[in-house]
Structures are given as C-alpha cells and as structure tokens.
C-alpha cells in the first residue's frame, strides 16, 4: 500500500496535510490520509467533507466522533474503529461512555435483526410523524 | 404476522407490556412488542436488555436514542428508523440534530468502505492506545 | 418488473420451471424465478446451485432452510424471509423453532458488533484449531 | 486492549467467569469476556441473554450453533468465527457439514443480492402466511 | 416526509435544483434531493461531491452508475437500486448488461461469504502487490 | 486452515486446478480454492459459477473484475479486495480507475444510508419503469 508522506507530497496533497494539522491542531498526519492521498480529488473531496460535516453544529464534536465510532464498529471496519476511538476518547468519551456506546450498538444490531426476521409492520402513530 | 393485543395476552406477556407502558409512561405498546410477544422468552429477555441499555447512565437518553437510530438507518431496517426516530425526536431530537446526525452515518458509511477498499494499515498511534 | 409466466416462457426457462415443479413436488413457480428468468443463464445456474446445495446431505434440508432463513433475516431481505420462511415451514419448523432461530441470529448480530467495536483478539487456543 | 484475568477480577466478574466455566464445563475464559469485562453490566447482561438462548430448546445446542457461526461469516467476524466455529466443533459439527453449512451461507447471501437487485415483489402466497 | 418542491424552496435549495436540473439535461428533481434539502448544508454538500464524483473521468459515466447500482443492490437500498438503475438505463446499460451486473454482484457477495467464513489467508502474491 | 496443494490433491480436485489454471492461463492456484478444496462440491460448483458469469458477455472482463472489487470493498472482504484486486489490475485497471472506483462506492455507501435514513419514498417515475 503506497502512502504518501508530507515531505513528498506535491503542493495540491500537501495543502491537505496542512489543513488538517491546523483544523486537529496536530503535528502528523494518518495513515488513511497518506493512502488516499494517490488520488488527490478523493484526498480534497473527502477531507472537505469530513471537516464539514464534523465541526461542532447542533450536535457537538463528541456526539459526533461517538455516532461514526458506533457505524464503524457495526460495520467492523477495524481501521476506523482504531481512528474514531482515538478521536472521541480524545474529544471526551470515558471508557465508561464506550461501554455504553457499544452496549447501544449491540442492542440496535440486535433488535434491527428481531424487526426485520419478524417482519414487523410499521405502527400508525410512527408513520404519521415520519 | 400475528400480533398479541393487551386484552389476548397471558399474564407473563402482560406483565411486559406493562413495564414498558410504565417505564416509557405512555399507555400503548408498539408492534414489536406485539409481534415479539409470541415467543414470550424473547419479549422478557429483549425488552429487560433494552431497558437496562437505554436508561440513563454514562450516556444520556437522547445521545443513546440517536445512536441506536445512526445504527437503524446504517442498517436500512425501516420499522427501526420509524420507531427509534419517533423515541429521540421525544428524547429531544431537533431536525437540524437529525440533519447532522444522517450527515455522520453517511459520512462514516463512506470513510468505511474507503478504508476498506485502499486496505489502510492502522498507525502505530492508534494501536498502542486502543 | 417483468415476470415471465410458464406460458410464455420459452423452451429452456420452461425446462427450469419444470424442473423446480418436480424437484419441491409443487405447482407453480414463485416471482424470484419468473423475474430472473429475464436472464436465462442466470435462472439455470442459480437453480442448478440452489437445487445442490438444499438438497439433502450432511445436514437435513430444514436444518439448510432455517440457516437460510438466518441469513436472511440478518441481511433484512424482505422477500427471501417470506420465501424461505414458507419453505423452513414446509419442512417442518413450528412456531417456538421459529422463535429460538431468530433469537440466535439477534443475539449473533448484538456479540458480532461488540466483538469487532471492542477489537477482541483471537484466542490462541481458536487459532491452533482453525 | 485490556482484559481482566481471572485472578484481577472484582468478585462481580469473578462471579460471571464461574458461571461460565461451570456452565460450559471448562477451566478457562475466552478473550470476549474478559475484554467486555471492563463494562461490568454488559458482561453480566450478554452472558445472561447467551446463555439463556444457546440453552436446549426447541431447537438443540449443535443448531443454534450452527446458526451463530452463520451469522458470524456472513458478517465477516473474525473473532467470532473462530470462537463458534470452535463451539460448534465441540458441539459435534463435522468438516462436511461446515462445507454444507458455509455453502448454505454463501447460497443465501448470492440469492439475498438477486432478490433486492431485481426487486422480486413478493407472492401472494408468502403473504397470506407470514 | 417533508418534500421541499421548487416553487417553494429557498435560494440555496433553489440552486442546488437548478444545477441538478442543468448537469443532466432535465426538468424535474427526484425525492431523494427533495428529502434531503430539509438540510440544505447536506444538500449542497451531497450534491456537489455525487456531480464530481459521477463526472466523466478515468472511468466513463456508465460504468460509475453501473457500479453504483451494484453497491445499491448489495445493501438492499429499494430507493437507490431505483433510481441508478434508471441512471444506468438511461446511460446504456441493456437489460442484458443488467442480468450479467447482477449475476457478478450475486456471486461477488457469495464468495465474499465464503472467503470469511472459510478465514481464506491472503497469498503472499496478492500481498507484494497490494 | 488447510490447504490442499495440487500434489496433494484427489483427482476431482485436480481436475478443477487444471481448469482454473488453463482458464486464466497461469500456473499456480490461489488459497481460495486451496481451502476451499476441502469440500470438492462446493469447490466444483463455485468455480463453474464464477468461470461463466466472469467470461466475456454484455459486460467485458474489466468491467466484471472492477464491479466485483467494488463489492468486495464494500463489505470488507480482505481476502476478496486481495484476490479481484489484483485480477482488475491484470485485466487492465489502472490507479487512477481504482481511485474514482473506490470514490464511487464511498458515495454509494453515502447515499444509501441517506436514502434509508430520511426515508425517501420511490418517485412515480421510476416505479413506472423497474
């Protein structure tokens, strides 16, 4: 797996690296960044994307890194879990918040299986508002 | 599908729906509970996880609420995003949290199968934390 | 949809129609059939496959239904729960079966999730094995 | 990753690790429970639910095994294929009927893809019965 | 579901439509973007990476919707397996390239079943390259 | 995981090792089938299905290998992105097509879990046709 590292980066990747050392307020990059980097629009695309759509708004930074840790763990993508576990613990969540986070995604796994076997119809009250 | 009215139930299934009319305080039980109720172990056993699950704790009720619905709509299930939105629009959810909250799970959907597909290996930052 | 009833269908779909009748000792053919016989090559080679593998073997046919029907459910395909559903039925599943099978496949979706967000390690005592 | 041994646990997940050893006559703890035993509550509620399903029923010890590890190569657990893998060995579950059992798997999810691609409708006949 | 039509929608959900309507030649916005401008920052958002990312390129157009169709129908997502579908159509793809797409994208989730299931190591060859 | 190498190999496994070699013209066998080759059905039977459904059709080789990578990714194979990964590179897919394909099925990911989650109902339009 190539990977692209800063002091190689042409100025179009490295203008990336920047942003996000400033937007972190960190001195490195990760790995997902520097793989991705080999194609320079994803790089762009997806890094304004994510910067976008994870800055604080009406939900705050720490919910935020909690909801992407719960679909990555469901999806058991390995490397997510190990970049958004770092983010949120650094954003705030304790071990015991993790406990219950996955406690939570355990639960949905669980019930989204029961509904979908049982074939569950949708209740009137829940259509009504939805 | 069969689903089993408060009047028809058994007393063990009553006592269920009970609890669940008492700890939601309201006064009707949603289809999965009436589908679910025709295997009386399941209903028992599900319903006193979920509760134990999504009191409040480490987490509060409405953070658990949007991540059991960002796990529904990740998953697709339909009678999950019904029900679970229904639970945190009265937990508290605004439109602009739900807006925000779509924008993570797709956005984590997407990370996911990125990392996936490029086959990113994990930093040695996040290893020696996780 | 395009569904291709025996009728109209030609020659080498109706020689699948024929041998699905005979083969599960029925009379008539189910919409997945009459919809993938817009594809004939399709409609020969999953039949083949199919009518392999659910036949009777190491394990018996309603063992194989049900496991089909975990998946499934697992998956939330709406339609192959109906018809696998009816067929683990056919073969003998009762209502209480039915129930313990979907307990399994939510109680292996919920340990799955926890498995993979808690990054569990394999044991070495698995991997000798495996 | 943390994991309480057995000698480091507090006597509440000391009490679960007997309850599992005694239960599964064994003399050893697998790594998913003492990497969950950080969260004291979800080892004692998971542990209860998976022993209370897995238990003989309508269904017998080897079948619902059979279906967890379904399950768990359906969604690409590593850990918890190897771990069912190895109960449903135990449980008496030969090498043909693990070739059976993953070609039923593979069956399902090839056919699961086809029925939501084409979007077969449902018959009418599933209908009146599910 | 609130659907924001033109006549009513805001300037910023108004341009949006307009650069939809004007990139692919119609004149009429489907319900996805309709949902979905109840959060015009994900609107703009979606939009502006979907037209970079479906934009002729190394890959030409009908291969990115066919492929898009693909993952659609493997996730089981009703609305996106309609709507690429018809973007595929209307693109080129013949009822005959759908069969085969299918046939590729069933067997694609068959073996990815039973490369997991049968925990297949990866070959040293495939290795040194990737 | 046992492997059966092709000196080990009874003459029905044999027999698919030299069609699969021939097939592709290369000499040696990768660990798919090797495994795989512990139950000669389904070995036989998965490798009929993929020699035809992988032969030049409506769609060409390229065309199938970059599709059946794209699922793979999706659902996390390691195995299977390894193995197709490399069989699109040989069948001509350069970097920058693996760049935009993989973009395509992060958006695809996006936008299903959009889909799901806001619920969006099927428009008439494409009802009319599929």
């Given at each position: ?5 800063y002091?190689d980066?042409?100025p179009r ?11 972190r307020?960190?001195?490195w990059i ?12 994803s ?15 009406a939900?705050?930074p ?31 969540m ?30 009137e009250?829940?259509r009504?508002?939805?």
């Amino acid at each position: 797996m190539k990977m692209i590292e800063y002091t190689d980066a042409p100025p179009r990747v490295r203008a990336v690296y920047d942003d996000i050392m400033r937007t972190r307020n960190i001195d490195w990059i990760n790995n997902f960044w520097k793989v991705l980097a080999s194609d320079p629009a994803s790089l762009e695309r997806t890094w304004a994307s994510l910067k976008a759509i994870m800055a604080p708004g009406a939900l705050d930074p720490l919910t935020k890194e909690m909801i992407y840790l719960a679909i990555s763990a469901s999806n058991g993508c390995g490397y997510c879990i190990a970049s958004h576990g770092a983010a949120a613990r650094k954003a705030g969540m304790s071990e015991a918040m993790f406990g219950e986070l996955m406690a939570v995604v355990g639960m949905a796994n669980e019930t989204n299986a029961l509904a979908q076997g049982w074939q569950v119809p949708v209740d009137e009250r829940f259509r009504s508002r939805s």
